[in-house]
């Protein structure tokens, strides 16, 4: 690959040349070793000070993309004892390798990931940073194997450690998150994702890092909207691990504990955030954290297991109009659930509320109404017992409650009320009819509305339907009224 890139115009020429005259100068300065740890070497400092302004744009970091400007800058930030003069240097090279991605192969040709990881044992916000956003961006696009970093260079542990220093951070009752602390956190949740969900088989390493997300999930402050950065990185970090390891004994006590505390924290995220973003914005930043819920709700004890119950299906208050129609989150959820603009929340939604009545359909029709329950139902292929729809096909003139015949549950009522299996309304609350019945004439007169009406739909071509009236005659429920 040639070290020379050809140039534009007269601008870029100039550029160009600027760049190559500050490489040299960084080579002929003293270079790597000079410098002890914390110290850095003030000439190379000014240089890739004026080096670095060249990355922040597309131009510049093009025109640094060469193998010897990698390397140069390579020696620089990871050779070198952590100091100030590595770090300029790091600085350079993350931004290269942001903006021009055949350069993460170079770096990792010439074998510096290694010395990365090794960076990461550095008990500084900077290198962690710098580090992990370097390693993180050698995820895409390269050929680099982490396997040798777990096992050589203590990737994982590293990891564990760093993650562990900010969950005390954030337990300090004084603790106020600075800007390069959420900057770091966050590129080391960012890979940590990548590394769980690419390198499954190092999980049971990585995971020794659960009960520090799961303590800075505790501590952290949740900002408004509340779906933000580091938060949904700390979601997503936490959807591949396995959480035996926390939760060893889910019967002990502090385990016990625990689940009541972690589920009682994320609904609360969850309450927030589908009160304060609109459905296009839920639909990209709400389902990790339900799958994070509904992972949880698998592991968890059958008393937290009612606790999430309790939180996210309908109540009895909620009971007292049509399922959907109130304000708490269970409400909204089942709103969102019908979203079209959502497909994903919808499905994400649809799904919880599904394991959370036990994945029973009978149960779910309960739970949710058959309104918002047959969808899903019948796009996973799963049968609703006949008892059930004979209970929806009754409607209003049902006066005995159904039981399933799958588990012997009412269906039709909860906690002794009568609910429309539709709307998972109850009976006793729904809207009384207070006009007076139709007489003959009047249904004679609707039924000669509504044929006149099918014949002009069916004649338009749009839809090929069936006359209802037509319907009743051939079923032979039309009864000529003398």
Same mark, same amino acid.
């Given at each position: 690959?040639?070290?020379?890139?050809?140039?534009? +115009?007269?601008?870029?020429?100039?550029?160009?040349?600027?760049?190559?005259?500050?490489?040299?100068?960084?080579?002929?300065?003293?270079?790597?070793?000079?410098?002890?740890?914390?110290?850095?070497?003030?000439?190379?400092?000014?240089?890739?000070? +004026?080096?670095?302004?060249?990355? #922040?744009?597309?131009?510049?970091?093009?025109?640094?993309?060469?193998?010897?400007?990698?390397?140069?800058?390579?020696?620089?930030?990871?050779?070198?004892?952590?100091?100030?003069?590595?770090?300029?240097?790091?600085?350079?090279?993350?931004?290269?390798?942001?903006?021009?991605?055949?350069?993460?192969?170079?770096?990792?040709?010439?074998?510096?990931?290694?010395?990365?990881?090794?960076?990461?044992?550095?008990?500084?916000?900077?290198?962690?940073?710098?580090?992990?956003?370097?390693?993180?961006?050698?995820?895409?696009?390269?050929?680099?194997?982490?396997?040798?970093?777990?096992?050589?260079?203590?990737?994982?542990?590293?990891?564990?450690?760093?993650?562990?220093?900010?969950?005390? #951070?954030?337990?300090?009752?004084?603790?106020?998150?600075?800007?390069?602390?959420?900057?770091?956190?966050?590129?080391?949740?960012?890979?940590?994702?990548?590394?769980?969900? @690419?390198?499954?088989?190092?999980? !049971?390493?990585?995971?020794?890092?659960?009960?520090?997300?799961?303590?800075?999930?505790?501590?952290?402050?949740?900002?408004?909207?509340?779906?933000?950065?580091?938060?949904?990185?700390?979601?997503?970090?936490?959807? +591949?691990?396995?959480?035996?390891?926390?939760?060893?004994?889910?019967?002990?006590?502090?385990?016990?504990?625990?689940?009541?505390? @972690?589920?009682? #924290?994320?609904?609360?995220?969850?309450?927030?955030?589908?009160?304060?973003?609109?459905?296009? $914005?839920? $639909?990209?930043?709400?389902? !990790?954290?339900?799958?994070?819920?509904?992972?949880?709700?698998?592991?968890?004890?059958?008393?937290?297991?009612?606790?999430?119950?309790?939180?996210?299906?309908? =109540?009895?208050?909620?009971?007292?109009?049509?399922?959907?129609?109130?304000?708490?989150?269970?409400?909204?959820?089942?709103?969102?659930?019908?979203?079209?603009?959502?497909?994903?929340?919808?499905?994400?939604?649809?799904?919880?509320?599904?394991?959370? =009545?036990?994945?029973?359909?009978?149960?779910?029709?309960?739970?949710?109404?058959?309104?918002?329950?047959?969808?899903?139902?019948?796009?996973?292929?799963?049968?609703?017992?006949?008892?059930?729809?004979?209970?929806? @096909? =009754?409607?209003?003139? $049902?006066?005995?409650?159904?039981?399933?015949?799958?588990?012997?549950?009412?269906?039709?009522?909860?906690?002794?009320?009568?609910? +429309?299996?539709?709307?998972?309304?109850?009976?006793?609350?729904?809207?009384?009819?207070?006009?007076?019945?139709?007489?003959?004439?009047?249904?004679?007169?609707?039924?000669?509305?509504?044929?006149?009406?099918?014949?002009?739909?069916?004649?338009?071509?749009?839809?090929?339907?069936?006359?209802?009236?037509?319907?009743?005659?051939?079923?032979?429920?039309?009864?000529?009224?003398?």
């Amino acid at each position: 690959m040639p070290d020379e890139l050809p140039y534009r +115009n007269g601008q870029s020429s100039d550029k160009h040349g600027e760049i190559t005259s500050l490489l040299h100068e960084l080579e002929e300065s003293k270079g790597p070793g000079s410098g002890s740890a914390g110290s850095g070497d003030l000439e190379a400092d000014s240089i890739l000070l +004026n080096l670095k302004q060249h990355t #922040r744009s597309s131009e510049g970091a093009e025109s640094l993309s060469t193998p010897k400007s990698i390397c140069t800058l390579s020696r620089f930030g990871l050779d070198l004892s952590p100091s100030a003069t590595a770090r300029e240097a790091l600085k350079c090279l993350a931004n290269i390798l942001l903006l021009e991605m055949k350069t993460r192969q170079i770096f990792v040709d010439y074998g510096y990931p290694s010395k990365a990881a090794e960076r990461l044992k550095s008990d500084n916000r900077d290198d962690e940073l710098l580090a992990t956003r370097i390693l993180f961006l050698c995820t895409y696009d390269t050929t680099l194997d982490f396997n040798p970093l777990f096992d050589g260079n203590s990737l994982a542990e590293s990891m564990c450690i760093i993650l562990e220093r900010h969950a005390k #951070r954030y337990a300090g009752s004084r603790y106020t998150s600075t800007s390069i602390d959420s900057m770091a956190l966050c590129e080391t949740l960012k890979l940590l994702f990548n590394l769980t969900q @690419h390198y499954p088989d190092q999980g !049971p390493k990585l995971s020794h890092c659960l009960t520090s997300l799961l303590e800075i999930i505790e501590k952290i402050h949740i900002p408004s909207p509340p779906l933000q950065q580091p938060l949904t990185y700390l979601i997503n970090a936490l959807l +591949n691990l396995d959480f035996a390891y926390v939760y060893d004994d889910p019967l002990s006590g502090a385990s016990v504990e625990n689940f009541r505390s @972690h589920v009682s #924290r994320l609904v609360s995220i969850l309450d927030q955030a589908v009160r304060q973003y609109q459905d296009e $914005e839920l $639909e990209r930043l709400a389902p !990790p954290l339900l799958a994070l819920l509904r992972k949880i709700f698998q592991l968890a004890p059958l008393n937290i297991q009612d606790l999430v119950k309790l939180r996210l299906l309908p =109540s009895d208050l909620d009971r007292a109009k049509p399922l959907g129609k109130s304000d708490t989150l269970s409400s909204a959820l089942l709103r969102l659930s019908t979203s079209p603009v959502a497909p994903n929340l919808r499905q994400s939604i649809s799904s919880m509320m599904f394991e959370l =009545s036990d994945q029973d359909a009978a149960s779910f029709v309960r739970n949710v109404g058959y309104g918002y329950a047959s969808g899903f139902l019948m796009s996973h292929g799963i049968s609703v017992p006949e008892d059930i729809l004979d209970a929806v @096909h =009754s409607g209003e003139s $049902e006066s005995e409650p159904k039981r399933s015949q799958s588990t012997g549950e009412t269906f039709t009522t909860i906690h002794g009320k009568d609910i +429309n299996p539709i709307t998972g309304q109850r009976r006793d609350m729904e809207p009384t009819d207070t006009l007076p019945p139709m007489t003959d004439d009047e249904r004679e007169r609707e039924a000669e509305r509504l044929f006149v009406l099918f014949e002009r739909l069916r004649a338009t071509g749009v839809m090929d339907v069936q006359n209802p009236v037509d319907q009743a005659i051939q079923g032979g429920r039309f009864e000529e009224l003398g």
